[in-house]
Nanobody, 115 residues
Framework: VQLQASGGGLVQAGGSLRLSCAAS????????MGWHRQAPGKQRGLVAL???????RYAASVEGRFTLSRDNAKNTVYLQMNSLRPEDTAVYYC??????????WGQGTLVTVSS
């Protein structure tokens, strides 16, 4: 199983970016998809999670600014990030969890928000 993330880059505060992550390979039925992020000097933390058949959940710090969506036919998850802040600067990692509770991670995509 491979996850290919894209869409990171440099943006000014207040701007927007859209991250994409496509999963390929032999995947058991997907239980959840989402994104984590890791800022310099900090631990990796959950940004958004979409359980299959359920509603997305967000970290409090991004609630109302970020929107997670999925294209299940394409095994692809997106993260629309609006009103970006310098503190959103991080490497963003997509992930999926399959029905056997196996986790798979993308390679990470860097988002840099300048003030």
């Amino acid at each position: 199983v491979q996850l290919q993330a894209s869409g990171g880059g440099l943006v000014q505060a207040g701007g927007s970016l859209r991250l994409s992550c496509a999963a390929s390979g032999s995947i058991n039925s997907i239980a959840a998809m989402g994104w984590h992020r890791q800022a310099p000097g900090k631990q990796r933390g959950l940004v958004a999670l979409s359980p299959t058949g359920g509603s997305p959940r967000y970290a409090a710090s991004v609630e109302g600014r970020f929107t997670l969506s999925r294209d299940n036919a394409k095994n692809t998850v997106y993260l629309q990030m609006n009103s970006l802040r310098p503190e959103d600067t991080a490497v963003y990692y997509c992930f999926i969890v399959d029905r056997l509770a196996q986790n798979y991670w993308g390679q990470g995509t860097l988002v840099t928000v300048s003030s």
